[in-house]
């Protein structure tokens, strides 16, 4: 996996998401009640407090293993990984936890070699933190960018999956795409608001 994606507009942030499969994953979990380019600088923000290299990268087993109270300490640093970084810091060790268990922590053995898009979506889904939602856009995310392919992704991944939707960090390859994408979202929040003050 070494593709450039634009989900932080942050170069190096970025450039860790295109290579590194866990990073992607910690991304995407992080990407909730925060702006999305936020949610994918986590990472990066994480290695370097870890003490990576330029190159370096998130390692399953490292963060699984950690204290919990240092890693939460980790996130919390200003500025803070997460709005809530705590909580967060729980749910990605719990991650790696999982990955170390079920995928010997090789974050891209999730998908590497899936038959379907439906085995896939099952995959994603039972990971700590994913739900169906979350899961249809990564997966939609693999299959859009990072040529994730198997047979019926699109299918699995549902509207995510629709070219060209912009509903999700799927569809998002620079600042145009980001913005299309913010907009749908605002379009969601508010019809969702209007049905709540009904």
């Known amino acids: 996996m070494d593709v450039t994606l634009h989900l932080s507009q942050d170069p190096e942030a970025d450039a860790l998401l295109g290579r590194s499969p866990l990073a992607a994953l910690v991304g995407m979990l992080l990407d909730q009640q925060v702006p999305m380019e936020w949610a994918f600088k986590g990472p990066r923000t994480i290695a370097d407090r870890l003490g990576a290299d330029a190159a370096g990268d998130l390692d399953a087993h490292d963060i699984a293993a950690m204290d919990p109270e ?46 379907s898009g439906a085995e896939l979506l099952k995959r994603l889904g039972d990971l700590p933190g994913f739900g169906k939602q979350k899961a249809q856009i990564f997966l939609a995310l693999l299959g859009k960018q990072l040529g994730v392919t198997p047979q019926g992704w699109r299918e699995a991944a549902g509207a995510y999956g629709e070219p060209q939707s912009f509903r999700s960090v799927a569809d998002i390859t620079g600042p145009e795409s980001l913005a299309k994408v913010r907009a749908h979202k605002q379009e969601m929040k508010a019809k969702a608001s209007g049905k709540s003050g009904r």
């Open 70 to 115: 240092a890693f939460a300490a980790l996130l919390s640093e200003k500025p803070a990984v997460h709005r809530y970084p705590g909580s967060m810091a729980k749910r990605i060790q719990e991650l790696c936890q999982y990955l170390v268990e079920h995928y010997d922590g090789d974050a891209e053995s999730v998908w590497r070699g899936v038959g």
